[in-house]
């Protein structure tokens, strides 16, 4: 950690601040000037990891490389920065306890009291530490929850420690926070930013940098009143306006308030020069496109909550900017198409996406929908459940099996095309246990996978516990639906594809996960134009 700078962002007032973009955002800009950069999340509560967690509580789980579930902020990191995040990128409170309490119990802290100071806020600090290497110039901490939860404390007290062992001239600690506009009285209020930070004050971390996230444009009194109270150059203080175009605005927005300057002065590192201008040209085209509408269907079952397809909606996006396609997504709730009348809800979309999911609810309108996809020739992507849906129903609709079914939702179904992978067995924990992470994948030459990919060789991240039960393939491809991606010893079926339908992929993994807005991944870049060449 010799010469590594330290950035931690804290977060004041409410959640969802958006915390996770601007860090994503900060690193973008300090790569682009040059340095290696690494990021990770902190996160306050119990969980060992998100994985075990509702969509609805927690949004999304993003899958690293080296098959870890970890927060949806991950998924910004990667996105924004271009970095490749690992289980060291994330850890919880609950990570950390456990390992604490292993070792208490294997009798490592030597008979002394194991308390949260030091014996917590050390494991912190280790934690912290093994999220970047010897190379690391910069290493960015995100710190999760919001300064005042009593769950924090701890991971505060860390940051405090290392950013005095580190050297107050080698660490900068961003504040973002909120001043909101109110209407009744006509007013941006300054004080519950003043107040945040006060509150990080009292434990003795000093802001050094914060930035106001705000509806409406901060007047010059604001940012001198902020400054005053929090006892900053008025330069320090950055205006977070909510974007309305893009998130992929916000790190342009916050190079032009110089964010990544202020930081690099203050852990003393020179600037160096900035080159946006192919994240601007993109961001051109993500805001005005060109090539005319496309609407896609994305059918799931936590719809009420976007974040919980958080890299699903993100990667469409991506596709749409390389098709130069004006994407609008509807959202459908699976359950309200299962009885066919709902099924209207899918009229006039030119392409539909049935993406991961858990559990029996809504499955029937998933099918329901690749159904739809299938007789209509519209294009379609399956993703993980998803392509266990289409499995399912060629294998009812065209395969005269009409109780096929996953063993995930009927165990005794007389024809289980999706069942129990050989390895989960006997698997009884339900955290970190399913497929995960990157696996290889061969494609088959001439399919449409591999003209998306342009290679025949892939890698891709999984998440799952059931696959396609090899016992029913040969059945199912006189029924059109051939198996075009398979694990490299020939047993995993990874892509299913319909060669008589326009346009019909699904996959076993998570395509999502690793595209970019710079390098949208080329099955969705390939589902949005075929989408848009069926209109
Ligand atoms: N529930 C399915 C399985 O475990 C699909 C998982 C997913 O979509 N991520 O195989």
Redesign the pocket.
Known sequence: MAGTRLVFITGGVVSSLGKGITAASIALLLRRRGYRVSIQKLDPYLNVDPGTMSPYQHGEVYVTEDGAETDLDLGHYERFAGVTCTRSSNFTAGRIYSSVLGRERRGGYLGRTVQVIPHVTDEIKAAIREGFGEDTHIAIVEVGGTAGDIESLPFLEAIRQLGTEAGRDRTAFVHLTLVPYLKASGETKTKPAQQSSGILREIGIFPDILICRTERPMQEEHFEKLALFCSLPRRNVIEERDVSGSIYEVPVELAAQHLDELILEKVGLPPGGLDLSDWKEMLGRALSPSGGRVTIAVVGKYMALRDAYKSIFEALKHGAIACDADLETIGVESEEIADGSGLTKLEGVNGILV?????YRGIEGKIAAVRFARERRLPFLG????M?CAVIETARSLAGMEDAH?T?FEPDTKHPV?NL?ADQAGVTDLGGT?RLGAWPCRLEPGSKAAACYGTLDISERH?????FNPAYACELEKAGLVRTGLSPDGTLAEIVERPDHPWFVAC?F?PEFKSRPLAPHPLFEGFVRAAMEGR
């Open positions: 993406p991961g999911g858990f559990g993703i993980c459940l998803g266990q996953s995930e999706i992978m399913m998440r799952h516990r059931y696959e076993q998570h």
